[in-house]
Protein backbone atom coordinates (compact mmCIF):
# COMPACT_ATOMS: atom_id res chain seq x y z
CA UNK A 1 0.00 0.00 0.00
CA UNK A 2 1.19 3.46 -1.00
CA UNK A 3 0.80 6.80 0.06
CA UNK A 4 -2.31 8.02 -1.91
CA UNK A 5 -3.78 4.30 -1.47
CA UNK A 6 -3.79 4.64 2.61
CA UNK A 7 -5.86 8.08 2.27
CA UNK A 8 -8.25 6.32 -0.23
CA UNK A 9 -9.01 3.96 2.53
CA UNK A 10 -8.79 6.41 5.39
CA UNK A 11 -11.25 8.07 3.95
CA UNK A 12 -13.71 5.38 2.53
CA UNK A 13 -16.83 5.93 2.83
CA UNK A 14 -17.90 2.55 4.57
CA UNK A 15 -15.95 4.34 7.64
CA UNK A 16 -17.92 7.65 7.49
CA UNK A 17 -20.62 8.77 10.73
CA UNK A 18 -20.27 9.29 14.41
CA UNK A 19 -20.83 5.93 16.30
CA UNK A 20 -20.24 6.68 20.08
CA UNK A 21 -18.50 3.67 22.14
CA UNK A 22 -14.94 2.33 22.52
CA UNK A 23 -15.51 -1.12 21.94
CA UNK A 24 -14.81 -1.05 18.27
CA UNK A 25 -11.48 1.10 19.13
CA UNK A 26 -10.62 -1.24 21.58
CA UNK A 27 -11.44 -4.53 19.56
CA UNK A 28 -8.98 -3.15 16.75
CA UNK A 29 -6.59 -1.74 18.93
CA UNK A 30 -6.54 -5.66 20.78
CA UNK A 31 -5.66 -7.14 17.11
CA UNK A 32 -2.81 -5.05 16.89
CA UNK A 33 -1.17 -6.04 20.01
CA UNK A 34 -2.44 -3.42 22.31
CA UNK A 35 -0.24 -0.59 21.29
CA UNK A 36 -1.44 1.85 23.84
CA UNK A 37 -0.76 -0.40 26.60
CA UNK A 38 2.85 0.20 25.90
CA UNK A 39 2.40 4.40 26.11
CA UNK A 40 2.29 6.81 28.84
CA UNK A 41 -0.03 10.17 27.97
CA UNK A 42 -0.88 13.42 28.87
CA UNK A 43 -4.71 13.26 27.40
CA UNK A 44 -6.59 16.87 26.78
CA UNK A 45 -10.22 17.43 26.78
CA UNK A 46 -12.58 20.62 26.52
CA UNK A 47 -13.82 22.92 23.82
CA UNK A 48 -11.49 25.16 23.44
CA UNK A 49 -7.88 25.61 23.00
CA UNK A 50 -7.19 22.05 23.07
CA UNK A 51 -4.95 22.01 20.25
CA UNK A 52 -2.77 24.96 21.25
CA UNK A 53 -2.58 23.41 24.76
CA UNK A 54 -1.74 20.14 23.62
CA UNK A 55 1.24 21.65 21.06
CA UNK A 56 2.70 24.11 24.09
CA UNK A 57 2.75 20.30 26.49
CA UNK A 58 4.15 18.47 23.32
CA UNK A 59 7.03 21.03 22.69
CA UNK A 60 8.11 21.28 26.29
CA UNK A 61 8.43 17.47 26.44
CA UNK A 62 10.42 17.31 23.54
CA UNK A 63 12.78 20.03 24.55
CA UNK A 64 13.47 18.07 27.63
CA UNK A 65 14.77 15.40 25.83
CA UNK A 66 11.87 12.55 25.09
CA UNK A 67 10.34 11.33 22.53
CA UNK A 68 7.10 12.84 22.40
CA UNK A 69 4.33 11.66 20.16
CA UNK A 70 1.37 14.38 19.54
CA UNK A 71 -1.77 13.78 18.20
CA UNK A 72 -4.91 16.12 17.30
CA UNK A 73 -7.59 16.88 15.14
CA UNK A 74 -8.40 18.24 13.15
CA UNK A 75 -5.50 19.06 10.57
CA UNK A 76 -4.15 22.55 9.83
CA UNK A 77 -2.20 22.00 6.73
CA UNK A 78 -1.95 18.35 5.96
CA UNK A 79 -3.54 15.08 6.99
CA UNK A 80 -0.29 13.77 8.30
CA UNK A 81 -0.13 16.90 10.85
CA UNK A 82 -2.85 14.48 13.05
CA UNK A 83 0.34 12.48 14.19
CA UNK A 84 3.53 13.56 15.19
CA UNK A 85 6.64 12.08 17.03
CA UNK A 86 9.03 15.26 18.00
CA UNK A 87 7.33 17.96 15.35
CA UNK A 88 7.40 16.16 12.22
CA UNK A 89 4.49 14.54 10.78
CA UNK A 90 3.92 10.93 10.26
CA UNK A 91 6.07 10.08 6.92
CA UNK A 92 3.94 8.73 4.10
CA UNK A 93 5.54 5.30 4.20
CA UNK A 94 5.09 5.24 7.52
CA UNK A 95 1.29 6.29 7.65
CA UNK A 96 0.94 3.83 4.43
CA UNK A 97 2.80 1.21 6.77
CA UNK A 98 0.45 1.62 9.39
CA UNK A 99 -2.99 1.22 7.11
CA UNK A 100 -1.66 -1.88 5.82
CA UNK A 101 -1.04 -3.46 8.93
CA UNK A 102 -4.58 -2.25 9.96
CA UNK A 103 -6.39 -3.47 7.16
CA UNK A 104 -6.63 -7.45 7.60
CA UNK A 105 -7.84 -6.64 11.44
CA UNK A 106 -10.72 -4.23 9.94
CA UNK A 107 -11.71 -7.18 7.25
CA UNK A 108 -12.22 -9.25 10.37
CA UNK A 109 -14.40 -6.85 12.72
CA UNK A 110 -18.21 -7.44 12.61
CA UNK A 111 -18.70 -3.55 13.67
CA UNK A 112 -17.15 -1.58 11.13
CA UNK A 113 -14.98 1.61 12.97
CA UNK A 114 -15.70 5.14 12.41
CA UNK A 115 -12.64 6.91 10.53
CA UNK A 116 -11.39 8.49 13.78
CA UNK A 117 -11.46 5.57 15.62
CA UNK A 118 -8.92 4.42 12.43
CA UNK A 119 -7.39 6.94 12.65
CA UNK A 120 -6.63 6.99 16.08
CA UNK A 121 -5.49 3.18 16.12
CA UNK A 122 -2.91 3.80 13.50
CA UNK A 123 -1.35 6.72 15.42
CA UNK A 124 -1.55 4.34 18.43
CA UNK A 125 0.29 1.56 16.63
CA UNK A 126 3.06 4.47 14.95
CA UNK A 127 3.80 5.77 18.53
CA UNK A 128 4.42 2.57 19.92
CA UNK A 129 6.66 1.27 16.69
CA UNK A 130 8.10 5.16 17.20
CA UNK A 131 9.36 4.08 20.88
CA UNK A 132 7.74 7.40 21.98
CA UNK A 133 8.21 8.18 25.79
CA UNK A 134 4.79 10.24 26.39
CA UNK A 135 2.30 11.23 23.60
CA UNK A 136 0.31 14.20 24.49
CA UNK A 137 -3.33 12.73 22.94
CA UNK A 138 -5.93 15.20 22.37
CA UNK A 139 -10.03 14.14 22.46
CA UNK A 140 -12.05 14.20 18.96
CA UNK A 141 -15.54 14.65 20.64
CA UNK A 142 -16.37 14.86 24.08
CA UNK A 143 -14.08 12.55 26.24
CA UNK A 144 -16.04 9.62 27.84
CA UNK A 145 -17.29 7.79 24.54
CA UNK A 146 -14.19 9.49 22.55
CA UNK A 147 -12.18 6.61 20.95
CA UNK A 148 -8.80 8.22 22.64
CA UNK A 149 -10.69 7.31 25.57
CA UNK A 150 -9.66 3.73 25.70
CA UNK A 151 -6.38 4.53 27.49
CA UNK A 152 -5.77 3.58 30.83
CA UNK A 153 -5.09 6.46 33.31
CA UNK A 154 -2.70 9.06 32.01
CA UNK A 155 0.11 10.51 33.14
CA UNK A 156 -2.37 13.62 33.58
CA UNK A 157 -5.34 14.31 32.27
CA UNK A 158 -6.02 17.99 30.93
CA UNK A 159 -9.18 19.70 31.09
CA UNK A 160 -9.29 22.71 28.60
CA UNK A 161 -11.83 25.32 28.76
CA UNK A 162 -14.99 24.06 28.15
CA UNK A 163 -18.50 25.44 26.60
CA UNK A 164 -21.24 24.66 24.41
CA UNK A 165 -20.01 22.68 21.72
CA UNK A 166 -21.94 19.26 19.56
CA UNK A 167 -25.17 20.19 22.01
CA UNK A 168 -26.98 17.27 19.84
CA UNK A 169 -24.65 14.48 21.11
CA UNK A 170 -22.72 15.58 24.50
CA UNK A 171 -25.96 17.81 26.05
CA UNK A 172 -27.33 21.09 25.89
CA UNK A 173 -26.14 22.01 29.17
CA UNK A 174 -22.69 22.99 30.75
CA UNK A 175 -22.83 20.78 33.33
CA UNK A 176 -24.09 18.07 31.03
CA UNK A 177 -21.39 18.60 28.43
CA UNK A 178 -18.73 18.94 31.45
CA UNK A 179 -19.46 15.65 32.62
CA UNK A 180 -18.92 14.10 28.91
CA UNK A 181 -15.60 16.17 28.88
CA UNK A 182 -14.58 14.71 32.43
CA UNK A 183 -15.42 10.96 31.40
CA UNK A 184 -11.25 10.89 30.58
CA UNK A 185 -10.63 11.45 34.22
CA UNK A 186 -9.62 7.76 35.86
CA UNK A 187 -8.27 6.78 39.26
CA UNK A 188 -4.82 6.98 39.22
CA UNK A 189 -4.04 10.34 37.21
CA UNK A 190 -4.35 13.81 38.27
CA UNK A 191 -6.35 16.49 36.30
CA UNK A 192 -5.44 20.22 35.71
CA UNK A 193 -8.11 22.30 34.21
CA UNK A 194 -8.82 25.63 32.93
CA UNK A 195 -10.15 28.40 35.14
CA UNK A 196 -14.17 27.23 34.33
CA UNK A 197 -17.58 28.74 35.12
CA UNK A 198 -18.69 27.86 38.34
CA UNK A 199 -21.06 25.38 36.74
CA UNK A 200 -18.28 23.60 34.82
CA UNK A 201 -16.29 24.01 38.27
CA UNK A 202 -19.14 21.81 40.56
CA UNK A 203 -18.84 18.74 37.90
CA UNK A 204 -14.64 18.85 38.24
CA UNK A 205 -14.39 18.78 42.00
CA UNK A 206 -17.52 16.57 42.13
CA UNK A 207 -15.62 13.83 39.84
CA UNK A 208 -12.44 14.01 41.27
CA UNK A 209 -13.58 13.72 44.63
CA UNK A 210 -15.34 10.62 43.63
CA UNK A 211 -12.44 9.10 41.91
CA UNK A 212 -10.26 10.66 44.43
CA UNK A 213 -7.57 12.16 42.07
CA UNK A 214 -5.82 15.71 42.06
CA UNK A 215 -7.50 18.41 40.34
CA UNK A 216 -4.96 21.66 39.76
CA UNK A 217 -6.97 24.86 38.26
CA UNK A 218 -4.65 27.63 36.63
CA UNK A 219 -5.50 30.55 38.54
CA UNK A 220 -6.99 32.94 36.17
CA UNK A 221 -6.02 36.35 38.94
CA UNK A 222 -2.37 34.64 38.86
CA UNK A 223 -2.50 35.97 35.14
CA UNK A 224 -0.91 39.58 34.44
CA UNK A 225 -0.46 41.08 31.73
CA UNK A 226 2.43 43.03 30.79
CA UNK A 227 2.98 43.82 27.54
CA UNK A 228 0.41 43.49 24.38
CA UNK A 229 1.34 44.48 20.70
CA UNK A 230 0.87 43.12 17.40
CA UNK A 231 4.16 40.82 18.23
CA UNK A 232 2.58 38.65 20.96
CA UNK A 233 1.90 39.78 24.52
CA UNK A 234 4.30 39.34 27.89
CA UNK A 235 2.74 38.15 31.10
CA UNK A 236 3.97 36.91 34.80
CA UNK A 237 2.18 33.72 36.40
CA UNK A 238 3.06 33.04 39.75
CA UNK A 239 6.26 35.18 40.07
CA UNK A 240 7.61 34.15 36.75
CA UNK A 241 7.53 36.21 33.44
CA UNK A 242 6.84 34.42 30.36
CA UNK A 243 6.97 35.91 26.58
CA UNK A 244 3.86 34.67 24.30
CA UNK A 245 3.64 35.62 20.71
CA UNK A 246 0.18 33.97 20.53
CA UNK A 247 -2.29 36.98 20.47
CA UNK A 248 -5.27 37.35 22.75
CA UNK A 249 -6.64 36.55 26.42
CA UNK A 250 -7.24 33.40 26.05
CA UNK A 251 -3.88 32.20 25.23
CA UNK A 252 -2.73 33.28 28.65
CA UNK A 253 -5.24 31.01 30.29
CA UNK A 254 -4.11 28.35 27.85
CA UNK A 255 -0.31 28.87 28.48
CA UNK A 256 -1.06 29.05 32.32
CA UNK A 257 -2.63 25.30 31.81
CA UNK A 258 0.25 23.87 30.61
CA UNK A 259 2.63 25.78 33.38
CA UNK A 260 0.42 23.74 35.33
CA UNK A 261 0.00 20.49 33.75
CA UNK A 262 4.14 20.78 33.73
CA UNK A 263 4.45 21.52 37.56
CA UNK A 264 1.53 18.80 37.60
CA UNK A 265 3.76 16.17 36.20
CA UNK A 266 6.84 17.12 38.25
CA UNK A 267 4.69 16.05 41.33
CA UNK A 268 4.49 12.98 40.85
CA UNK A 269 7.54 11.32 41.59
CA UNK A 270 9.34 12.49 38.67
CA UNK A 271 13.01 12.82 38.94
CA UNK A 272 16.05 14.99 37.88
CA UNK A 273 17.15 14.32 33.99
CA UNK A 274 20.32 12.00 33.64
CA UNK A 275 21.05 13.18 29.98
CA UNK A 276 20.10 10.58 27.72
CA UNK A 277 22.91 11.90 25.31
CA UNK A 278 25.33 11.87 27.93
CA UNK A 279 24.83 16.12 28.07
CA UNK A 280 24.49 18.09 31.43
CA UNK A 281 20.71 18.92 30.44
CA UNK A 282 18.11 16.15 29.48
CA UNK A 283 19.58 15.69 26.17
CA UNK A 284 17.55 18.12 23.52
CA UNK A 285 19.86 18.49 20.72
CA UNK A 286 21.62 21.94 20.86
CA UNK A 287 19.32 23.73 18.76
CA UNK A 288 16.62 21.28 18.71
CA UNK A 289 13.96 23.88 19.81
CA UNK A 290 14.43 25.86 16.90
CA UNK A 291 14.62 23.14 13.81
CA UNK A 292 12.39 20.61 14.88
CA UNK A 293 9.43 20.00 11.72
CA UNK A 294 9.75 18.96 8.46
CA UNK A 295 8.34 22.25 6.59
CA UNK A 296 8.57 25.60 6.91
CA UNK A 297 5.11 26.48 8.19
CA UNK A 298 5.81 23.10 10.76
CA UNK A 299 8.77 24.65 12.48
CA UNK A 300 7.05 28.44 12.49
CA UNK A 301 4.45 26.93 14.55
CA UNK A 302 7.25 25.00 17.01
CA UNK A 303 8.96 28.11 17.45
CA UNK A 304 6.01 30.14 18.16
CA UNK A 305 4.33 27.70 20.63
CA UNK A 306 7.65 27.04 22.25
CA UNK A 307 8.60 30.54 23.01
CA UNK A 308 5.23 30.49 24.15
CA UNK A 309 6.05 28.37 27.18
CA UNK A 310 9.66 29.95 28.08
CA UNK A 311 10.06 32.52 30.42
CA UNK A 312 11.08 35.91 29.21
CA UNK A 313 15.09 35.77 28.78
CA UNK A 314 15.62 32.54 29.75
CA UNK A 315 17.58 29.60 27.44
CA UNK A 316 14.85 27.51 26.34
CA UNK A 317 16.27 24.24 26.76
CA UNK A 318 17.86 24.82 30.16
CA UNK A 319 14.85 26.02 31.25
CA UNK A 320 12.73 23.45 30.35
CA UNK A 321 15.60 21.16 31.98
CA UNK A 322 15.49 22.27 35.11
CA UNK A 323 11.55 23.09 35.65
CA UNK A 324 10.39 19.85 33.42
CA UNK A 325 12.41 17.31 35.32
CA UNK A 326 12.10 13.91 33.52
CA UNK A 327 8.74 11.69 32.87
CA UNK A 328 8.48 8.18 34.97
CA UNK A 329 8.09 5.56 31.91
Known amino acids: MNYEQAMEYIHAVQWAGHKPGLTRTRTLLAALGDPHKKLQFVHVAGTNGKGSTAAMLAAVLQAAGYTTGLFTSPFLEQFAERMQVNGQPIPDTELAAAC ?25 LWFQRRGCDIVV ?75 DIPLTEADAD ?52 AGRRGSRCCGARRGSCSTAGTTRSARRRWRTILRAISPAGASRCSWVCSRTRTIPI
Open 100 to 124: ETLQPCIAAMDDQPTEFELVTAAAM
Open 137 to 211: LEVGLGGRLDATNVIGAPACAVITNIGLDHTEILGDTLAQIAREKAGILKPGTCAVSYPQTAEVRAVLHETCARL
Open 222 to 273: AIEPLRDSVDGQTFSYRGAVYDLPLLGRHQLRNAAVALETVAALRTRGLRRC
